[in-house]
């Protein structure tokens, strides 16, 4: 257990609304990750965080944003919700030593 | 465009059997292997780490890597009905910033 948390773990929501999703975590970790993942297309990375107010796009990070103002906390805001947007989202940390990724329990968003 | 690509499924193996999943990487350079164990509805759970070509077992798990064929599997043993699930191999390296790039994913059905 990498000590992180999601919320809301569950959110639906209508078209245009602002959505905030956070990510939690308790053990220093550096790096942080959103995913979404959908049926066929796998998990695909959002935006990236290696440090406080540092962060960095990855593949599918258009209609989205991230802030990360405190070490453990980690945001992902979708501005306008469209119903493209409808999946499940999930955070991530990275430990340095191995290299290797831990996924928090995630967050099922629905756009209707 | 870096790629993970995995062997299609669903697989379907009896109890007992010897289950044994497929992984090919387009980055000859890549450096660290993940595999991932993911049940419908939840997150994915680190299973195996690999960062050298060879051989690594963890009780029932074997993972194996080949870098000159870009290759990496992971074979399960004795397979049991709880190992039902989506297993998903990640890959990340020098050349990947701080990403990593994660396969489709291979469904795997034991059946009792």
């Known amino acids: 257990d990498a000590g992180i948390t999601q919320s809301p773990r569950h959110k639906v929501t209508e078209t245009g609304t602002p959505v905030t999703l956070r990510c939690h975590q308790t053990?220093?970790?550096?790096?942080m990750y959103w995913y979404r993942q959908d049926p066929g297309h796998g998990l695909r990375l959002i935006h990236y965080?290696?440090?406080?107010?540092?962060?960095d796009k990855g593949e599918v990070s258009d209609g989205y944003s991230v802030s990360r103002s405190k070490t453990e906390d980690f945001l992902l805001t979708l501005e306008s919700a469209t119903s493209s947007q409808t999946s499940v989202y999930f955070c991530?940390?990275?430990?340095?030593?191995?290299?290797?990724?831990?996924f928090g329990p995630g967050t099922r968003l629905t756009v209707l | 465009q870096k790629e993970v690509e995995q062997n299609s499924g669903p697989l379907s193996v009896p109890e007992g059997a010897i289950a044994s999943l497929n992984c090919t990487y387009s980055?000859?350079?890549?450096?660290?292997f993940f595999w991932y164990r993911q049940y419908s509805g939840k997150s994915p759970e680190l299973i195996m780490s690999i960062y050298s070509n060879g051989d690594k077992e963890d009780g029932r798990f074997t993972a194996q890597l080949n870098k000159a064929s870009q290759y990496v599997s992971l074979l399960i043993r004795d397979s049991q009905p709880s190992d039902s699930a989506t297993y998903l191999c990640a890959v990340t390296g020098d050349n990947y910033g701080q990403n990593f790039v994660f396969g489709p994913g291979t469904r795997l059905s034991v059946l009792p």
């Open positions: 965080s290696y440090g406080v107010k540092d962060t």
């Open positions: 980055d000859r350079v890549s450096q660290s």
């Open positions: 991530a940390i990275k430990e340095l030593v191995a290299h290797q990724q831990f």
């Open positions: 053990e220093n970790h550096r790096y």
